[in-house]
């Protein structure tokens, strides 16, 4: 053996015997990471904030044999709670595919809830004033749905793009006017005439999205997959979608590599607000069957979190989209034999967050530990 080979055993005998609080460590970035480890830190996340949220629900009351009966096999094997499910995913699907698009850009779009309530607005002016005939309706109402949730996602994108605005709080911002403007409406002039309650008048049968197998609207989760097809086409195969990995991976490079970044940023934007407005219109003329003042809450925060989870990847966005759904069903199913509160399922959305946001840090930096040369 030589004596360099020597050397080096000798430092590793004497490393092994640091007294464990004795070791040095330092905190460096990794050059790559492979996906299967990937997907296995990912998933250790999940389980962990599952973990955390299965304690809480024990602690609240929920009985620790009952959490997996409630959570996946009524979930699942009921039918109706399984078209439950699939009709709550569909609107979630469209929110996390938008923000998945949005997030690929590096544009943080936290105003999906804003886009989708002008969404629901534009769908509800084309009933109130009977604009096109009946036969083309419903499909206007859509077109009109997309064009003004693009139109309220422009505002941060331009904010960000001219004046470098942070689109954070642009967008975030935003939410509270959509809200308002909502509420002025429904409280005000779009108010329905017959009971007087906050919602507008009831949508015509030609202006509600078809419901088959029961009262699940099967257009609405065919609209869903359709949305992801396409986005899972736009982001993998397209060259726009070629120039979103430029604009994600480092956008000075990819601005000095001739790369139109600021068009891509719009692009991703305003397909953003799109969806998101298309997810207004599912909403409200698929389940509510009128304009409502709260129909858009908690989509926004459910799609940040589908775009986390499935690390903006359209087709993945839909997946996790039905996961999340039967969260929100069985997070109902709980609130009536257990009295949860719904707050409890979003807390639960928010501990799987923070899960994932800190996956994140695992996958970009590792420790290494420093050999010591005194073996001490």
Known sequence: ?????????????????????????????????????????LALAVVVGLAISAAILVAAGVPANELLNEFVMQTLVDRQSLLAVLFQAAPMILVGIGAAIAFRARFWNLGLEG?????????????????????????????????????????????KLRLAVNEIIASLMLNYVAANFLLHLVYGAWKD???????????????RLPEWFGNVS???????????????????????????????????VARALGVPVARMVLTAVLLSGALAGLAGFVVVTGQEGRLTQAFYVGYGFSGILIAFLARNNPLAASVVAVLIAMLFVAGRNLQVFYQIPFAMVQLIQAILVICVASSDF?????????????GT
């Open 1 to 41: 053996m030589t004596e360099a080979a020597l050397g080096a055993t000798a430092a590793e005998a004497r490393a092994k015997h640091v007294p464990l609080f004795a070791r040095r460590y330092t905190l460096e970035l990794r050059q790559q990471m492979g996906l299967p480890r990937q997907a296995l830190i």
């Open 115 to 159: 886009q989708m309530i002008f969404g629901a607005i534009g769908a509800t002016a084309v009933s109130m004033f009977d604009i096109g005939p009946a036969a083309l309706r419903l499909p206007l109402m859509g077109a009109v749905a997309m064009a003004l949730g693009m139109l309220w996602a422009l505002a941060p994108a331009l904010l």
């Open 193 to 207: 005439p017959k009971d007087a309650f906050p919602y507008s008048p009831q949508f015509r049968a030609f202006e």
């Open 218 to 252: 099967t257009a609405a989760i065919g609209l869903a997959v359709l949305a992801a097809l396409l986005a899972t086409w736009f982001t993998g195969l397209s060259r726009a979608g070629l120039y979103l990995r430029f604009v994600d991976a480092n956008p000075r």
């Open 362 to 374: 695992f996958i970009r930096h590792r420790l290494r530990r420093i050999a010591s040369a005194q």
